[in-house]
């Protein structure tokens, strides 16, 4: 009867290491909490849309209407439709810095409806 030793197991890959997981899964747990907390802010620092207005701000779920009232006419509009017939707008505003430095800000909508935006 021989005796015979173990093979050495190979050392486990860095990424699968269990403290490894853990942390990463910590960060990807924090990033989506932080991206979700992001996504649905706005609706919560405003008590009413007619705050966001009297303040000068836009907050998804506006009409057009209201964001009229907030920021005013825009400098062009562009209208267009999907395939299934939904009315998108992208409103663009022009802020003049100074004679040479213009800032855009860019609304979408669709139908009646501000889902977006980049200022």
Known sequence: MTHETPAALPPVPFLRRRSVRLALYGVLGAILLGML???FLPYYQYTSLDEAIA???VVVGMSREQVLKSWGSPYKIDVTYTDSGTRRELWVFEDW???AT??????????????????
């Open 37 to 39: 907390t992001w996504r």
């Open 55 to 57: 303040k000068k701000r």
């Open 97 to 99: 810095i100074d004679s």
């Open 102 to 119: 213009v800032k855009h800000r860019y609304l979408y909508f669709e139908e009646n409806a501000l889902v977006g935006g980049w200022y």
